[in-house]
């Protein structure tokens, strides 16, 4: 009974550090988006909206 206990708990275990470096991921991801858009906005075109009609951008990793 113990085993099973102690197998569930590491599982469970690995599962929070998976999602935990999958939200690290995606975090880090989105930073160096943000700075990325932030150095090409001062060449951006006049006029050019950006806003709800624009497509979303999925995040996807490596």
Known sequence: ?????DFIALGTYHSDVRAAEQRIGLRMGAEERTADDAGSSSA???GRRRGHRSAPR???LR
Do not use: D, H, I, K
């Open 58 to 60: 999925l995040a996807l």
């Open 44 to 46: 951006a075109v006049p």
């Open 1 to 5: 009974m113990q085993y099973s206990a």
